[in-house]
């Protein structure tokens, strides 16, 4: 099992980003979904987090409405729109996935077994 996130870099407060993260070696159908942040001063923080199991989501409150998840099941692949990008948005983002997370624990970074490399992005003022 491998998770595979991409499309980080720098941009401009107001810009977009959208990340990537391609699964090998199980469905992203089959599992839960987070997207996480950290940057060196902060603990690492659900960012949008999408349970395929009974359908429940989490968005971290300063991101929603500029923040989107999405999936392309033919390409095993999921997406972190980010959009009107603030330099407090600057964190290495990961993508992480679990066969089964409990409702509660869905924006919880224990809840999730699998883990991709992260990918830093980086907002200039």
Request: hydrophobic share 35%.
């Amino acid at each position: 099992v491998q998770l595979q996130a991409s499309g980080g870099g720098l941009v401009q407060t107001g810009g977009s980003l959208n990340l990537s993260c391609a699964a090998s070696g199980f469905s992203f159908a089959n599992y839960d979904i987070g997207w996480f942040r950290q940057d060196p001063r902060r603990e690492r923080d659900g960012v949008s987090c999408i349970s395929h199991t009974d359908g429940s989501t989490f968005y971290k409150e300063s991101v929603k409405g500029r923040f989107a998840y999405s999936r392309d099941a033919a390409r095993n692949t999921v997406y972190l729109q980010m959009n009107s990008l603030r330099p407090e948005d600057t964190a290495v983002y990961y993508c992480a996935a679990s066969s089964s997370v409990i409702s509660s624990t869905l924006a919880s970074e224990t809840a999730y077994a699998y883990w991709g490399q992260g990918t830093l992005v980086t907002v200039s003022s």
